[in-house]
């Protein structure tokens, strides 16, 4: 199996799957030395970093015990037609960065790379994305049998996806925003952002990021934004809604259909009807959606009385 983590991740993701396999019990931290080949001093210093990551482990006289296993994302959490395609980390740059070093090592399709904390976590036309911990913060490769053209298809898939997990699991009336953020309460929940390489006019890969506010508390930044523990007032299993996803997410992209696709996600979003302001790389556009072509094109009406379609670009809700 493809890895890139180094020999004190590893070790540290030794003593969380004896921790995780312990139910809730207490290890002692000789047990866990024995198992992990390593001093009990050593043991302590794991603990401690793993503490400082955001991983909640009581310590005590008699050991150490894992609170809240259920939010755990390493891949010895999840079945095994996930496992082997789950690569996580406690930190990195950006998921989108280490998921398409990992794309070009060959990670299979359906390949998710997860991180606790992005230090340059990174959003559409290149703003800074705060990626504070307790957020989910992952990069899919997909490996799509489409031409270049018709891959933005995923994108929408993705956020209509996406929205109906969150509304699902937690009774929600969460609305996708073109091209692909989700809402609640008018509130940005989650930003989506894709990178492709292709090799000749066939897809190398999508490198598809996706970032979550889920336990996190993103409500000072400058843009308005939620998070789901801010909404239900409380703490909720990261691991439940990235499982959840992954499975429906595979199961409608498995034969993909773009007019049903965006059909769906018409029904689903909060950007048709509104005055919006689309930001592009060199142009600013306000007007009225109006609606959203097949092709996943915006289409607004000027004050004037024009339509334009915009291909591309950052969408913001007057």
């Known amino acids: 199996m493809l890895k890139m983590v180094n020999q004190k991740e590893n070790t540290r993701q030794t003593i969380l ?8 019990q207490t290890l002692s931290g000789t047990w866990i030395a024995e198992k992990a080949g390593i001093s009990r001093v050593a ?166 990021g996706i970032g979550i506010n889920v336990n996190n508390d993103p409500s000072g930044g400058p843009f308005e934004a939620t998070s789901l523990k801010n909404v239900l007032g409380r703490t909720v299993p990261r691991r439940q809604i990235l499982l959840e996803f992954l499975t429906e997410f595979a199961r409608v992209t498995q034969d993909i259909q773009i007019p049903e696709i965006m059909s769906q996600w018409r029904a689903c979003t909060a950007t048709i009807g509104r005055q919006v302001r689309v930001q592009t790389h060199d142009n600013i556009l306000c007007g009225r959606a109006v609606g959203v072509e097949d092709s996943g094109s915006l289409i607004i009406e000027t004050k004037a009385g024009r339509t334009k379609e915009i291909i591309y670009g950052d969408c913001f809700h007057a």
């Open 43 to 208: 043991v302590w210093k794991h603990i401690k970093q793993m503490i400082a990551d955001g991983v909640e482990i009581a310590t005590g006289p008699s050991g150490y015990t894992l609170a809240r296993p259920d939010d755990l994302l390493h891949p010895f959490c999840f079945s095994p037609e996930f496992r082997e395609r789950i690569f996580h980390f406690f930190e990195v740059t950006t998921t989108m960065d280490t998921a398409k070093a990992l794309a070009r090592k060959g990670a299979p399709h359906m390949s998710c790379c997860i991180a606790e904390n992005q230090t340059q976590g990174r959003g559409r036309l290149n703003r800074q994305w705060d990626s504070a911990r307790g957020g989910l913060w992952f990069t899919l490769i997909i490996r799509p049998d489409l031409p270049p053209p018709m891959v933005y298809i995923y994108n929408f898939a993705a956020s209509l996806t996406l929205a109906r997990v969150v509304n699902r699991l937690f009774d929600l009336e969460v609305r996708v925003k073109w091209p692909n953020d989700l809402l609640v309460k008018g509130k940005k929940l989650t930003g989506l952002l894709s990178e492709m390489e292709t090799r000749a006019d066939l897809i190398s890969f999508l490198a598809m």
């Open 17 to 24: 799957h004896r921790l995780f396999d312990a139910q809730g």
